[in-house]
């Protein structure tokens, strides 16, 4: 997939002025928020937990290196196999070769950011795999050959009617006016691409070191057919999935459903602990787990970033998220949105081709109350943002960095303040201070929009001085 995230602020402007896009966006964001807070409110243990949750994060991205050998360990007792990629182009070989290695044409795969982070359709369609996604919504945008809008709903920027379209055009369907029909029409096509394929592609939920069990928790249950009908299934993970064992599980499968659509548990909670045994009817012929690192040892190393690691994808930030609400996810130009994409993005594709993320939040803070894990996401905006501007040379940075210095040397002298008062209320009255309002070229992008007071027609001091004779 193109990284296009510096065009963030060309790709919002033309997200808000799609009225159809907003409504949608609005609609769904806020439905998913409603439901969060809902679910916590008439679950009084949830605050506690979300506490807990956060302590064994930090407790196993600690020692991670400890957790991922003991998984691997385990993974193989049960007659699983590991792999280890260094990064999205490793991971595309290791996978390619697995379906090379088990001769498999046709490929189905459940809902993983993780595989829309190394582009992995792409791969094995170019090596001859029929690939084809399963999750509805996956299906829907890899039919309109598009990137996930959300990272809980990947098409949820698609209207009905743009659905009915889109499968008349790409499956020569019947015009399909209702919802249900529509998700029948998938069932009938997916079943029987189920019934065909010889190797199921998973993401992973978590991964528990101590058991090796694979945790997969879904809505639609296309990822246990993934997992279990085709002879070979391939899980595919982000290093940071691992925790250490059932109990701390127990903890994340309360708030995870909870935080991302306001379910008390999810529809589907598969644990999968390698491939079929002897004497066992369902399941794999063999199991494959590919970890990926990608940049996130290059955040398991940076103290300020580390945090960022315990995100278990429940989209929550996304939908508090007035930025995300407004831009959507397709503006951040790259699998990951909201304020989690604007935090990560950065390290995992360079900060170079993500410099605008960081700086488009308004820093509320909303996203930091509403996670589950308790990530401070405003604080690693703002790391992100020193370390841009330390190392890139961002357009405008030079001006900012003047206009900063000019203000601080202002601030700095009585006399230059002073000077500054009077001057700034003679140039309001050059740009149209009198009715009140300031409106100077230089500052449109912000008065546009927002309205700007006029200085006052005396300096305080001027009038304190007035007062005393
Ligand atoms: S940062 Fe927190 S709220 Fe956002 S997706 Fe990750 S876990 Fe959920």
């Not at 930090?58 to 003991?70: K, P, S, V």
């Amino acid at each position: 997939m193109q990284v296009t995230s510096d065009r963030f602020s060309e790709n919002a402007r033309r997200a808000i002025a799609d009225q159809g896009l907003q409504q949608a966006l609005s609609q769904a964001a806020g439905r998913f928020d409603v439901h969060r807070t809902a679910a916590f409110e008439a679950f009084p243990e949830g605050d506690g937990l979300r506490d807990l949750a956060r302590e064994i994060k930090d407790r196993t991205i600690g020692h991670l290196d400890r957790h991922l050998l003991r998984l691997s360990e385990s993974i193989e007792k049960a007659g699983g196999e590991v792999h280890w990629a260094a990064d999205a182009a490793e991971a595309r070989r290791i996978i390619v070769g697995l379906t090379e290695r088990y001769g498999a044409r046709r490929v189905v795969k459940s809902k993983s950011m993780t595989t829309e982070e190394i582009g992995l359709n792409e791969a094995l369609e170019e090596a001859g795999a029929e690939t084809v996604e399963t999750d509805l919504g996956e299906y829907i945008i890899q039919l309109a050959g598009e990137a996930p809008f959300h990272i809980i709903a990947p098409a949820l920027h698609k209207t009905r009617e743009e659905v009915t379209e889109l499968f008349m055009e790409k499956l020569g369907s019947p015009r399909l006016e209702r919802r249900e029909d529509l998700m029948l029409e998938a069932r009938g096509r997916l079943r029987d691409i189920f019934r065909r394929a010889d190797l199921g592609i998973s993401g992973v939920n978590f991964a528990v070191a101590d058991t090796g069990t694979v945790v997969v928790v879904e809505n639609e249950g296309n990822a246990r057919l993934t997992t279990s009908l085709p002879r070979v299934h391939v899980a595919v993970m982000g290093m940071e999935k691992v925790i250490p064992d059932l109990e701390s599980l127990a903890v994340f499968l309360k708030i995870l459903a909870r935080s991302a659509t306001g379910q008390s548990m999810s529809s589907y909670v598969s644990l999968l602990s390698g491939p079929r045994g002897d004497g066992e009817e369902d399941g794999p012929e063999a199991f494959h787990l590919v970890v990926l690192d990608n940049g996130r040892s290059r955040l398991l190393a940076d103290p300020e970033l580390r945090e960022v690691l315990n995100c278990i994808r429940c989209g929550a930030c996304l939908n508090v998220c007035p930025v995300y609400r407004r831009a959507g996810g397709h503006s951040y130009g790259w699998v990951y949105s909201g304020p989690i994409g604007a935090v990560i993005n950065p390290s995992l594709v360079g900060r170079d081709r993500a410099a605008q993320l960081p700086f488009a939040s308004s820093l509320c803070g909303a996203c930091r109350d509403v996670c589950p894990v308790r990530i401070d996401l405003p604080r690693m905006l703002l790391a992100q943002r020193r370390k841009i501007v330390a190392e890139t040379r961002r357009p405008g940075g030079r001006s900012e960095r003047l206009a900063l210095k000019l203000f601080a040397d202002t601030m700095n002298s009585e006399t230059r303040y002073r000077w500054a008062g009077r001057a700034l209320y003679r140039l309001s009255r050059l740009f149209g201070g009198r009715d009140g309002w300031w409106r100077p070229p230089l500052l449109s992008g912000w008065t546009r929009l927002r309205d700007f007071p006029a200085p006052a027609r005396e300096t305080f001091r001027d009038r304190w001085r007035k007062r005393k004779g």
